[in-house]
Structures are given as C-alpha cells and as structure tokens.
C-alpha cells in the first residue's frame, strides 16, 4: 500500500498545530505517573489501563511501600495483590499479569526493564502504548502513545481516521516529526483534560479552533 502523501498545505497546518501546542503546554517532559525506578513506572502503566492516573498513584503510594522491589511483586500472593490495586478495576487480569511480568523481567533480565520494544510487548500485561510508555520516558527513545485522549484528539484534529491505537501510532508517525513524537502525547493529554474534553469539549477557548477539522466542533 503507498504512503499516504501529505499535501504542503497540511504540513504547514500540522505545524502550526505542533507550535501553537508547544506554546501553550510547553516542551517539558513529563511523566503524569509517579514513579522512582523503570519497573515501578511499567507496573504503574500495566494499572492505568481504563483507570485514571490520578486513581494510579494513588494506589501505587502504598503499593511501592508495600512491593519494594520486583522480587517482590514476583512473589505476591495473587489474592492480596488483588485487593491492593483493587480501585484500579480488572484487578484479577493487573494483579495477575503485574506478578507474570516482575517474574520474567528478574528471571530473564535480571530485573531491568527491556528497551527493546519487541521484548517489551512480550512481557505479560504489556501492550504498545505501554512500551511506548517506557521507551518514550526511560529510554528517551522516539515513540507516540496512543491512548483515549490522543486517539480522540488525533481524530479530531483530522490526524487520522483509523480506531485501531496500532494503526493510529503508525499514521501519526508518517505525519509528526520525530522531535515531537513523545511531547504530542504529553500535550493532548493536558489538551483532553483541560480543553478538548470527552464530554464537553470547550471548543470556543480552544486555541487550535480555527485548524480542527471536527465537524462536530461549535464556538457557542
């Protein structure tokens, strides 16, 4: 299947949508997930999963006081472990999978998060987004992390129109330049919280109003 080509004036769009993002969330990184260590962050993006990140560190204050080291999570008791991340919801699947991933990441890495993202998705409980998750902020390794709030904005914006989170990080990879790929997710994510929101979108104090292609979109 061809590239999908990229007209010079879509470029000079998404450009001016990068800029207008950078100058109003800045180009600092960060991480909306508490953490201290790589495999701290890797189980505390296994428990976001349909969970806020607010409720995550929450939970993850005691947690790490409680597991503090991947042997420890790697010999939990399932039934325990569940009830300690019980508010984060599916905590059979997390807690399960949380005990799977801390098992094989101290028995075949020696207890170091992998960088490779082949070996990432081969852990148990880790998908792309999460992967990204890791490379993007441990590794500093060029990713995009699609999850509910830049796959709705990407929408949105016109970035694309797949649902598929795998096919939408690769089309906003085709279009994005690589120096924005991990401050994009960063930014809509403060985008979808604080403007651009699911229910109620404030389309009329959004800065990028004039360059959204929703058609759903009203300045009332």
Known sequence: MAAKRITKQEK?????????????????????LDHE???????????????????VNMVTKDLYKKYRSLEDFAAADLKELEQDIHSTGFYHNKAKNIIECAKTLVTEYGG??????????KLAGVGRKTANVIRGNVYHEPSIVVDTHVKRISGKLGFTKEEDPVKIEFELMKILP??????????????????CTARNPKCRECFLFNLCRWEGKNDE
Do not use: F
């Open 12 to 32: 000079e769009r998404i450009t001016k949508i990068l800029s207008l993002l950078d100058e109003h969330y800045t180009t600092e990184y960060k991480c909306y």
């Open 112 to 121: 170091i998060v992998p960088s490779d993202i082949d070996a990432l998705t």
């Open 178 to 195: 690589k120096d924005h790929w991990i401050l994009y997710n960063l930014q809509i994510i403060a985008h979808g919280r604080s403007i």
């Open 37 to 55: 260590t790589p495999w701290q962050l890797l189980i505390a993006t296994i428990l976001s999963a349909q969970c806020t990140d607010a409720r």
